[in-house]
């Protein structure tokens, strides 16, 4: 069955840097894109960054772009997500994401804490 699990998440001060990673599995990896999305509490699961099946189209919410590199590992079946330059309005629950037959799957999350 298909499985997405993040880590790599924590606290870090603001300015700080912390890489996700999500390995995937029960699915052929580098067919599908890739995706992922944070929750913040009391406010909804918005769109952080999607990553194309090879890796070369990539697109960001206005509100990560240029700190938050996506990239993919297609031997590895990881995507990663490189938090740069954190912000406190950063916090939130990390979740990878990808869609399969108009289904969505979801990781279990992992959390990231940007405070002083």
């Known amino acids: 069955q298909v499985q997405l699990v993040e880590s790599g998440g924590g606290l870090v001060q603001p300015g700080g840097s912390l890489r996700l990673s999500c390995v995937a599995s029960g699915f052929t990896f580098s067919s599908y894109v890739m995706s992922w999305y944070r929750q913040a509490p009391g406010k909804q699961r918005e769109l952080v960054a999607t990553i194309s099946e090879s890796g070369i189209r990539k697109s960001y919410a206005d509100s990560v772009k240029g700190r938050f590199p996506i990239s993919r590992d297609n031997v590895k079946n990881t995507v990663y997500l490189q938090m740069n330059e954190l912000k406190p309005e950063d916090t939130a629950v990390y979740y990878c994401?990808?869609?399969?037959?108009?289904?969505?799957?979801w990781g279990q999350g992992t959390q990231v804490t940007v405070s002083s």
């Open positions: 994401n990808t869609r399969l037959n108009a289904r969505a799957y």
